[in-house]
């Protein structure tokens, strides 16, 4: 490699290494894993809350949440009954292939459908850190406003599915839907897209059904 290449792109190429061999783990399990993205407060653990409540029974959920200092969110998902094993990323404002790396052989993965990985809050760089996930998908909730996907292009970019979460709120906030969805159409052409609100309930069911059909397709 040559001297000046430059430092952040040796730490990039050596994370999509390290990814490369996640993804062999979690394809070895049979197991069908997504990487949850968002700003802080979106609703990432709420909307995690609820698919797990909704699929126990129906499928085997194990779930990973990367925390810069606590472990909140991987309790209440182990009390809405998934597996659950907490990351704290001492400061790290994202997650990386090597902290997933570390945590997979904290759950029994050959004893799951469903693997979910919370990211750290933030919408920048968690996007430029593969995991070794099949599937990105992006938490956006009506209080963050109308103009996210023009101002985190790169985040936008990159996922399989954008939720737009806190639908409950929109006759208390002002949010344009169609410039909101405008703009995620520009940079990611026909991605699956649900509105839904994790208090309420309404419009999960897109969003549930989804998902278990990409299980199923594993
Ligand atoms: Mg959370
Ligand atoms: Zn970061």
Redesign the pocket.
């Known amino acids: 490699m040559p001297k000046n290449v430059p430092v952040v792109e040796k730490i990039l190429s050596a994370n999509d290494q390290l990814a490369r061999e996640n993804r062999l783990a979690i394809d070895a399990a049979g197991v069908f894993s997504i990487n949850v993205m968002?700003s802080?407060g979106a609703?990432?653990?709420?909307l995690?809350e609820q698919t797990v409540r909704a699929l126990t029974g129906k499928l085997r959920v194990g779930m990973i949440?990367g925390?810069i200092a606590t472990s909140?969110?991987a309790d209440?998902a182990a009390a809405a009954g998934a597996a659950a094993v907490q990351i704290n990323t001492g400061g790290d404002c994202h997650l990386d292939a090597v902290m997933l790396h570390d945590a997979l052989p904290r759950l029994d993965l050959r004893s799951l459908d469903l693997l979910i990985v919370?990211n750290v809050?933030n919408l920048v760089c968690p996007a430029s850190f593969a995991l070794g996930t099949h599937k990105n998908v992006l938490v956006a909730s009506i209080p963050e406003g109308d103009d996210k996907p023009y101002k985190y292009p790169g985040m936008y970019r990159g996922v399989e599915a954008v939720v737009i979460n806190k639908i409950d709120l929109l006759p208390y906030v002002t949010f344009r839907m169609d410039y909101f969805r405008q703009g995620i159409e520009v940079l990611n052409p026909g991605v699956a897209q649900f509105a839904l609100s994790c208090s309420t309930g309404e419009g999960l069911g897109g969003w549930l059904d989804w998902l278990t059909a990409q299980v199923r397709k594993r």
């Open positions: 968002a802080p609703g990432k653990t709420s995690i949440n925390d909140l969110d209440r919370e809050g």
